[in-house]
């Protein structure tokens, strides 16, 4: 064969990755001996058959479970990284294995010591960048700062889009985030960003422990909400109910106002995070009063601080319902009503949708096996 033989055949380029394209010119334009030349020289010069960057998936140190339990659903090991501080609290993190080529996922949550968590994913992203790895994606299960997402008083800091321009000028090229706050956080960004949704696995998981949900009425426990709870009682096909609440301040509320019928059925709380959990407690007692027989309370993150755990012991609730975006080991210990939803297999399936470049429509609306 000439040494141009394989490279343009009537100014036609042969070198293709595709092997059905080059069978397809077997039977055409050159003989059979040529087409496996050519496959044996693919083989030989891989630089001629672009690959496929090979997966590495790194945790950081706010939740090492989920990091875990990601990597076996993708039948991965952890990639090999050691966070640590220095004597003056400064981060370093020291990435131990390759990444150049590679398409690299970086697991960190905006949960416990958030700023340092935060601080350590910023330097994580930017190692990995400038080792020259790909593409680099931030899987945030629950993003930091996403309360303050406008700014609804005079100098009031919209930090929610400050931590997205940090992100972006780390190097990350795509975030996989749940159940974001406000839906136009996405729009702080100017790299794609995929909001992953509880709802599949919420309702999976009403159906498989409220025996009565065909009973039961899903409240919101603000107008903020009203979009979310509307959207899961049609999966159901069961009612919803409203509750209008002010707040004084942050974390106080002043009152409540529940518009729907609860009277002899269950209530079922929907809500996107729980912090000191004084909105639930709040609407739970709200809801008996209106005669509700039961009253569930489910979200997202369950951020649990302050007095949180004591409030969900002294309610009324029958579980307080919450996924693993957030660690809740400790806080299972604490309170025999906290029930935790896997969500693990979610994130592991948007990681491998991405790095395959499938949609990742479908997980908006149904529950990976």
Partial sequence: MEKNDYQTLN??????????????????????????????????????C?????????????????????????????????????????TNVEINESVRGEDVFIVQSGCGEINDNLMELLIMINACKIASASRVTAVIPCFPYARQDRKDKSRAPI???????????????????????????????????????????????????IPDFKNAVIVSPDAGGAKRVTSIADRLNIDFAL?????????????????????????????????????????????????????????????????????INNSPFEAVVVTNTI?????MKNSNKIQVIDVSMMFSEAIRRTHNGESVSYLFTQMPL
Avoid at 258 to 266: E, H, S, Y
Avoid at 268 to 294: H, N, P, R
Avoid at 295 to 302: D, E, M, N, P, S
């Fill in 243 to 311: 509750i209008h609440k002010e707040r004084k301040k942050a974390n106080e509320i002043d009152s409540m106002v529940l518009v729907g019928d609860v009277t002899k059925r269950i209530a079922i709380l929907v809500d996107d995070m729980a912090d000191t959990c004084g909105t639930f407690e709040y609407a739970s007692q709200k809801l008996l009063s209106a005669g509700a027989s039961k009253v569930y309370a489910i979200c997202t993150h369950g951020i649990f601080s302050g007095p949180a755990i004591s409030r």
């Fill in 159 to 209: 930090s929610a889009k400050l931590v997205a321009n940090m992100l972006s000028v780390a190097g990350a090229d795509h975030i996989i985030t749940m159940d974001l706050h406000a839906s136009q956080i996405q729009g702080f960004f100017d790299i794609p960003v995929d909001n992953l949704f509880a709802e599949p696995a919420v309702i999976r998981w009403i159906q498989l422990h």
């Fill in 11 to 48: 100014g036609t380029p042969l070198i293709n990755e595709d092997k059905s394209y080059l069978k397809s010119k077997t039977n055409s334009d050159f003989s059979k001996v040529t087409y496996n030349n050519i496959l044996k020289l693919s083989e030989h010069r891989p630089s001629l």
């Fill in 50 to 90: 672009p690959r496929m960057p090979n997966i590495k998936v790194f945790g950081g140190s706010s939740h090492p479970g989920l990091t875990k339990l990601i990597c076996t659903r993708l039948g991965l090991e952890p990639g090999r990284v050691v966070a640590k501080k220095f004597s003056n609290r400064e």
């Fill in 327 to 331: 660690p809740q080991e400790e806080n």
